[in-house]
């Protein structure tokens, strides 16, 4: 490019410009590096690694909400035919009443998208704006709970991630159900100590900024966990690729993988998926995608069983700190906010309110 109306620099001048840049090069590293560890917390007040819980401060946690909003997703009403999709019964011919059949072939395809699926964001972790792991609304006394896979949400050495932000329904760059942010965080001690795989899975309580007193699942409408589940089962994973803009799915029989452990056969099935869930019987979370080599691979997906582990973390979660203007009792059974709303089952009720890489 040829320039006008600048002198040429002497050498001197020269040499010091390369020191300068050199130097603005380094503390741009410096810098770079800060704000990605800006993201995580190994161990602070905040972050319990031996219990395995994280309280969001909510500074933070607004800051995270602008960062995806400003420059990731727009927060606008999706447009009447997407809602109204989304909302609607399933109706997939996979997935109907009377009848069942695993997807032929045996490949993930694009999703319709649903209001309780969603991307998970970390705006600044890593410099990269592209969500990385998927998450589900499950039924709660509060309201307020996502379920994911913990090496979304803590990662050996590092910790937990503190700037998280939870986008229900995202497709093509829109949160039509709002950005949600966490609260607090909860996985399996056993998770943070050695990244066991059958502990795979963590909670999160969230809440949407600006919004006091609105509850997530009275927006999208919840899952219903399942714990010791009956395998094999027809099911069904959701997740978001992290290079897409839609979520995708597959319906094939889920089987277990020793005692401690969920398959799916199912191919391209990629990064992102993680912390997507494992549905049965159209509305019953029996998995998160996860577990065994961070997931499987593009051919297998696997998931930490839902069993007492997970059980136990799950009535943890409900039981932490409230939100303020949260409601305080489970609505009564079977007349939830959404389509796939009611009691968690296989689970004892409620007493108060409620490592390797993955590949995912």
Request: hydrophobic share 35%; glycine share 14%.
């Amino acid at each position: 490019m040829v320039t006008t109306g600048r002198r040429r620099g002497s050498r001197r001048g020269i040499g010091r410009r390369l020191l300068l840049v050199g130097c603005c090069a380094v503390l741009a590293g410096v810098a770079a590096y800060a704000w990605q560890l800006r993201g995580i917390v190994a161990n602070s007040a905040a972050g319990d690694r031996v219990r395995g819980t994280y309280l969001q401060d909510p500074e933070t946690a607004d800051r995270t909400a602008s960062a995806v909003l400003d420059g990731i997703v727009r927060e606008a009403e999706a447009d009447p035919g997407l809602r109204a999709r989304q909302a609607a019964p399933r109706r997939n011919t996979n997935w109907r009443a009377g009848g069942w059949r695993p997807s032929d072939p045996l490949v993930a395809r694009p999703a319709a998208g649903e209001p309780t699926v969603g991307a998970l964001f970390s705006p600044g972790s890593d410099g990269d704006p592209e969500h990385h792991c998927s998450g589900v609304v499950v039924h709660s006394p509060a309201g307020d709970l996502v379920a994911t896979a913990a090496h979304c949400v803590y990662r050996a050495a590092l910790g937990f991630r503190t700037n998280l932000a939870f986008v229900p329904g995202y497709r093509d760059g829109q949160a039509p159900y709002g950005v949600w942010v966490p609260t607090r965080i909860d996985v399996d001690p056993r998770w943070t100590e050695d990244q066991d795989p059958d502990y795979d899975v963590a909670f999160l309580r969230l809440r949407r900024p600006g919004r006091p007193g609105e509850e997530l699942e009275d927006v999208t409408g919840a899952e219903t966990l399942r714990f010791d589940a009956e395998l094999p089962a027809p099911a069904r994973l959701v997740g978001f690729p992290n290079t897409a803009e839609q979520s995708l799915e597959c319906f094939n029989t889920a089987r277990a993988e020793g005692p401690t452990q969920l398959r799916l056969d199912c191919a391209d099935v990629p990064n992102g998926t993680s912390g997507g869930p494992v549905l049965t019987d159209g509305h019953a979370l029996i998995g998160v995608i996860g577990g065994r080599d961070g997931g499987g691979d593009e051919k297998t997906s696997y998931s930490s069983r839902f069993g007492e582990g997970v059980r136990a973390l799950y009535e943890r979660a409900i039981m932490g700190p409230a939100n303020p203007g949260r409601r305080q009792a489970a609505p009564p059974p079977g007349q939830g906010q959404g389509p796939g709303q009611g009691p968690v089952q296989g689970a004892a009720p409620a007493q108060g309110p409620g490592q390797a890489p993955a590949r995912r």
